[in-house]
Each structure stands twice: as structure tokens, then as C-alpha cells.
């Protein structure tokens, strides 16, 4: 992995040196990885406001001097990984690199300032000023909420002028979100009120006003505010669209009621064989596993458009297939050539993103698709079949 960071080499040898500069910090090696993500969030949270991102040199004394570290393939991976592993959340945007300092490799990693600070690494929202790193405290995020004011923030990071938080199911927030979004000590010493906490974690402005994501994630009845945010699940008695229908559910509900009623709904469709091997063992087989119907559709309601289509995740259920089909097509570095390619993925609502990651709907970012295929060939069923097009994904799979 030879991604090179944009830092010139006169630059990258001032910062090294420059042991007083909040915006750099150094490791001999990259051993404690807790300890170099909570750098990125606070990095990422940039609560002086530079601007600039800050840099992580791993291979570097504190006194700025190449350790000699061996610089690997593995390690550069490893650093890159920590975007990925879904504890730093919303995604930072960081770049990793191998640079040489004073004719010895490094490695450099360059994480740029948050569009919708506060981020957390488990949590926990860390800062950096100065030589200090340390969880914020309420003053300090509230700073960081504030600064996402007049950017150009994602839709589902976008207040909805016309709601309000009498919308918002605050019980659900309050007894399911907030345990699963903050660690247990912050929350225990949180005396911040819900309004506050709302908008620390981008479900509503600091003034008040909900915005998309909350809408979705805890609104009590998303659809007048997100047209498109709920799932429509139709069985049909044959192969095409025109045979009987067998059940049809419209499930309007805040994020994880949703995806728990979704769960229930594709449970109850699934239709299990059971055999028996030579040796009397009974083998039963899934005429599609839930785990792959589960990743799909999760997917699905991750990444659709919620800005600009009223047109909800569809997945329609007939006798010798299943088809999903969600709003939007390809978004950021992902495209139609790539699309589905373990670790090339992107995020249309980071936000959306970052609640399902929280509330235990998704383990690990970028591998959904990859972990479908897998378990998909695994009960027997054929691979799944992708169609991706400028304003609609859709995936279809065959029964085993």
C-alpha cells in the first residue's frame, strides 16, 4: 500500500520537529491501537479550529527522530483500517502513506478536520489542544456541535425546518440509542439535557430542529418530513410481479423498530428442508439464509437516497427469487465498475450510518456485500446478482 499523503517532505520535516504543535503526534510504533484512534477523533474533532489536518507519524521519537520502524504493507493497512472498524464514528477522512524523514521510512497518517464534529472513537468524544488529549467536556462539545452550522453537510445531517422535537420519539432515544451511542461512564456523568444530547450526536441542531437522520433514526413517524424513509416487503404466489399476493407489509417506523420488524417479516418468509445424511443426521437448509437477507437489506436502507427520491427500499419476495431494490445509485469513490469490491465503500448518510453501526445492525463497515456472498454460497444458493444503475441499486437472489 503506497498511498502517498499530500504533505510536502519541507513540511513533514518542520512537523516532526515542531515537538509544541497540536496538530501532530508521534509513535515509535503502532502498538497500543486505542490509543491511535482516539489521536484520529481528535484530530478529526479539531476543536482549535485550523482547518489543517492534523498528522499521526508512526516510526517517530517524541523528539522527532526516525525510530526505524519497519514500514510494512501490513502496517499501512492496519493504520487504514482504523476508519473502517466502525469505533470512529462519523467516518474520519484520513489519508495513510509510507514518506521517508531524513532518508528513513515512516509511516504518516493525515486526518482532516470533520464536517460534523463531534466524532467519538467508543463513545467517547476526544480533543486535542496543545500537548492535552481528553474526552470533551460538555462546554468543549458543544463547541464542536455548533461548528456544523453553514456547512455543506450530507442530507441526512440537514435540519428539517418544518419539524420539531415533539416529533422525535424521545422514550426510544433516551432508553435505546443513547446506551448504545455513548460509553457507559460518559453517560453516567452526562448532565447534558436531551435537547443537548440530540444534537451531539446529529440527530437534531443545536437550536432544536430535528434533522434527517434523527427523523429516521427516532422520528415517530418519519414519512411527512423523509417521504422515502420505510420499507415496503411484498410476496407474491409466482415469478412475476402480476401473481397473487401472499403479504404485503409497510413498515413505518423509527430506525430500530424497523429494522427489528424487518427481521420478524424476512423470518417468517424463509422456508427451511430438512434432510437426512446416510448416517440418519438431520441437516436443515434455509431456502435463503437470514444473514445474507439481513446484510442485503440493511444495505439497502444504509446507503438509499433519502434527499431526492419519496421512493422507499423495496424488496419483493416471489416463488423462484428475491429482489431488493433501493433509491440511488453509486455514491463518492464507489462506481458502477467497483461496486461490491471488499473495501471500496463510501457514505450518502454517514450519520444513518453510524446509528445502525451502534445499535448492533452492522459490525463492520464495507463488508456487507462481501459477507452476503459468502453466506450465500455457503447454504448453496447462487451468488447474488447486482444491478447498478445512475438512481436505483438493486440485488436479486435465487433460492438454495
Not at 439497502?300 to 445509485?329: C, D, F, K
Amino acid at each position: 500500500m503506497d498511498a502517498v499523503s499530500p504533505i510536502e517532505d519541507q513540511e513533514l520535516e518542520r512537523i516532526a520537529r515542531d515537538i509544541e504543535s497540536d496538530r501532530v503526534e508521534r509513535k515509535e510504533a503502532f502498538t497500543d491501537r486505542d490509543r491511535v484512534a482516539q489521536a484520529v477523533c481528535a484530530f478529526a474533532n479539531d476543536l482549535p479550529g485550523h482547518g489543517q489536518p492534523g498528522y499521526l507519524l508512526v516510526g517517530v521519537t517524541d523528539d522527532g527522530i526516525p525510530s526505524g520502524l519497519q514500514i510494512t504493507d501490513r502496517l499501512l493497512l492496519d493504520l487504514a483500517g482504523l476508519r473502517e472498524d466502525g469505533n470512529i464514528l462519523p467516518l474520519p477522512s484520513i489519508t495513510v502513506g509510507k514518506r521517508l524523514l531524513d532518508g528513513v521510512e515512516i509511516a504518516v497518517l493525515e486526518v482532516f478536520p470533520s464536517m460534523a464534529p463531534p466524532v467519538r472513537f467508543k463513545g467517547r468524544p476526544w480533543i486535542r489542544v496543545g500537548p492535552r488529549r481528553a474526552i470533551a467536556s460538555p462546554e468543549e462539545e458543544a463547541r464542536l456541535s455548533e461548528r456544523r452550522r453553514g456547512r455543506d453537510l450530507p442530507f441526512d445531517a440537514r435540519p428539517l425546518p418544518s419539524a420539531s422535537l415533539d416529533d422525535l420519539d424521545l422514550d426510544l432515544f433516551e432508553r435505546t440509542y443513547l446506551p448504545a451511542a455513548l460509553a457507559r461512564e460518559v453517560l453516567a456523568a452526562n448532565q447534558r439535557s436531551t435537547a443537548h444530547q440530540l444534537a451531539a450526536l446529529r440527530l437534531a441542531t443545536p437550536e432544536g430542529v430535528p434533522t434527517a437522520a434523527g427523523m429516521v433514526v427516532v422520528g415517530r413517524d418519519p414519512t411527512p418530513f423523509v417521504p422515502g424513509a420505510f420499507v415496503q416487503f411484498l410476496r407474491l404466489d409466482g415469478p412475476t410481479i402480476a401473481d397473487d399476493v401472499v403479504a404485503d407489509h409497510r413498515l413505518v417506523q423509527p430506525l430500530p423498530e424497523l429494522l427489528r420488524e424487518l427481521d420478524e417479516v424476512m423470518r417468517a418468509n424463509v422456508r427451511t428442508s430438512v434432510n437426512l445424511t446416510s448416517g440418519s443426521v438431520e441437516r436443515r437448509r434455509p431456502d435463503y439464509p437470514l444473514a445474507a437477507l439481513q446484510q442485503l437489506t440493511r444495505n439497502a436502507i444504509m446507503h438509499r437516497n433519502y434527499e431526492t427520491s419519496m421512493a422507499p427500499v423495496r424488496i419483493t419476495w416471489l416463488s423462484n427469487r428475491v429482489e431488493i431494490q433501493s433509491a440511488g445509485g453509486p455514491f463518492g469513490q464507489v462506481t458502477a465498475e467497483n461496486f461490491g469490491e471488499p473495501g471500496i465503500t463510501d457514505y450518502r448518510n454517514p450519520t444513518i450510518a453510524e446509528a445502525m453501526r451502534q445499535l448492533g445492525f452492522v459490525q463492520r463497515f464495507g463488508v456487507g456485500i462481501a459477507t452476503a456472498r459468502r453466506v450465500l454460497v455457503e447454504n448453496g444458493n447462487p451468488p447474488p446478482s447486482f444491478q447498478v444503475e445512475p438512481t436505483y441499486v438493486s440485488v436479486t437472489i435465487e433460492p438454495a
